[in-house]
T-cell receptor, first 113, second 113 residues
Framework: SQQGEEDPQALSIQEGENATMNCSYK?????LQWYRQNSGRGLVHLIL?????REKHSGRLRVTLDTSKKSSSLLITASRAADTASYFC?????????????FGKGTTLSVSS | DGGITQSPKYLFRKEGQNVTLSCEQN?????MYWYRQDPGQGLRLIYY???????QKGDIAEGYSVSREKKESFPLTVTSAQKNPTAFYLC????????????FGNGTRLTVT
């Protein structure tokens, strides 16, 4: 079951520009997490936002959550070539303690210098 | 350094052979997970374990088996019953609780010919 869907599938920008990725999900969640994956590597956790939070910041990252629309967005400001990677949202379902995260298909971000 | 070690990084097998992928963690995490990733796709959950000697099937468990005899180890066996085993396999661990982020290994790329 694919809970989250990222949009766009691919994004190409210039260094210094902002990158925005969106994630939509289907059922009620406990929290939503964003991960980054460099090519051929494992995923790295970036940020977690709980269902009762609307916005969260971490360095150049800003995450928003709209539970009424079942959607989240990840904004990377002042992007760098090193931000080139795939970004995935993952959801932890509400009222289901002990279940695993469900991942979307990801957005591939390419930042050129 | 604490982390998750997956070995080997690349694995080649002939069709019809079982193969076991190793996953070891020294993060003292209770929960461990196996995901499969196909090109351009998100992660799909194979099996997960919340505690030693207990594990649950994920969305695509058919053709796979696991064991959790030790807290640190969660090996995955890809059996000959798995129809399309060539993929990138990712192991992860986390603390218990819905807000615990996943820590990933760097994956094993399995090619079956």
């Amino acid at each position: 079951s694919q809970q989250g869907e990222e949009d766009p599938q691919a994004l190409s920008i210039q260094e210094g520009e902002n990158a925005t990725m969106n994630c939509s999900y289907k059922t009620s969640i406990n929290n939503l997490q964003w991960y980054r994956q460099n090519s051929g590597r494992g995923l790295v956790h970036l940020i977690l936002i709980r269902s009762n939070e609307r916005e969260k910041h971490s360095g150049r990252l800003r995450v928003t959550l709209d539970t009424s629309k079942k959607s989240s967005s990840l904004l990377i400001t002042a992007s760098r070539a090193a931000d080139t990677a795939s970004y995935f949202c993952a959801t932890a379902l509400a009222n289901q303690a002990g279940t695993a995260l469900i991942f979307g298909k990801g957005t591939t971000l390419s930042v050129s210098s | 350094d604490g982390g998750i070690t997956q070995s080997p990084k690349y694995l080649f097998r002939k069709e019809g052979q079982n193969v076991t992928l190793s996953c070891e963690q020294n993060l003292n995490h209770d929960a461990m997970y196996w995901y499969r990733q196909d090109p351009g796709q998100g992660l799909r959950l194979i099996y997960y374990s919340q505690i030693v000697n207990d594990f649950q099937k994920g969305d695509i468990a058919e053709g796979y088996s696991v064991s959790r005899e030790k807290k640190e180890s969660f090996p995955l066996t890809v059996t000959s019953a798995q129809k399309n085993p060539t993929a990138f396999y990712l192991c992860a661990s986390s603390g218990t609780g819905a807000i615990s982020p996943l820590h990933f290994g760097n994956g094993t790329r399995l090619t079956v010919t």
